[in-house]
């Protein structure tokens, strides 16, 4: 039976790219994890070994430090549009490039009531992520965050869902929702300010999240993607939003009430509700 190459791509992973911009009155700091693949008519290197056309990812990863020189940028966006577009130029097998950027947030250390000018503290777990894709069409952005960690202890609920013999749960109308978001969009225009509408798109997760009376995570998903969507430029936003548990403990064994405030966190085994939020 005869076989051939089906589907296929190579490229580097875990490229990291640190860049300071040293200002005279302040340092701005960026810490970048990058990752590129290719897609195109690399099938000889496959079945007969022909490298002619394999650009080494080793010149990828050197790419990623010269432009980043070349081309000091403020927003992981802009960078994967400038790399796509060095890729997919000097690699003429190439058809596809796609590149992931995922940036480990910074912030500067407070000191004696100021900013200091070159003092950072990672802020939390939160990244800012993107992906550029580019081929003879163009290119396409998707922009995003992952590791969003926020909870509310009021104004969340589960009740209503159906049960069968092996349901244990207890309905609530009062309970924890905590969670750690992960939200990827596509704006409406294919070029824009980057940095503003991302700062802006988080803004609104998140005081969509504070504000949303929860009938479950479902509905505090659609809550946020919605709001999105009428506040911003934003085409489509997809949410994936575990459910981070946190179960009341039972304090009768000690002759105690538990009046809602003492809880025992369990992550895992845990829910995972998700959903992609469009226009039209």
Known sequence: MP????????????????TVR?????????????????????TAAYTDGDNGGVFPTDTMKNTVYALAAEHPFDD?????LALTDHFLTSSPRASSVRVDLTEHLWEPIQAGGTVHPSAFRQAGSERRIAEVTRDGQGARVLAGLEDLVVMKTAQSAFEGYPRDRYTTLKETSDRILATAVRATWHYSRPYVAFGHLWREVRRVLL????????????HTLYAMGEAVLETL????????????????VDL?????DNRNEIFVA???????????????
Do not use: C, W
Request: hydrophobic share 35%.
């Open 3 to 18: 076989v051939k190459l089906a589907d296929n791509s190579y490229g580097k992973q875990a490229i990291r790219l640190v």
């Open 22 to 42: 040293r200002h005279a009155d302040r340092h701005e700091l960026k810490d970048v994890t990058v990752a590129i693949r290719f897609e195109g008519d690399f």
């Open 76 to 80: 992981i966006e802009d960078f994967g």
């Open 207 to 218: 005081e969509t999240f504070a504000e949303h009376d929860s009938r479950s995570v479902q």
């Open 233 to 248: 430029d934003v085409e489509e936003i997809h949410l994936a939003m575990p459910n981070r548990h946190h179960i009341p």
């Open 252 to 256: 009768t064994s000690f002759g105690m």
């Open 266 to 280: 369990t992550p895992e085994p845990y829910g995972l509700i998700e959903g992609t939020v469009r226009r039209g």
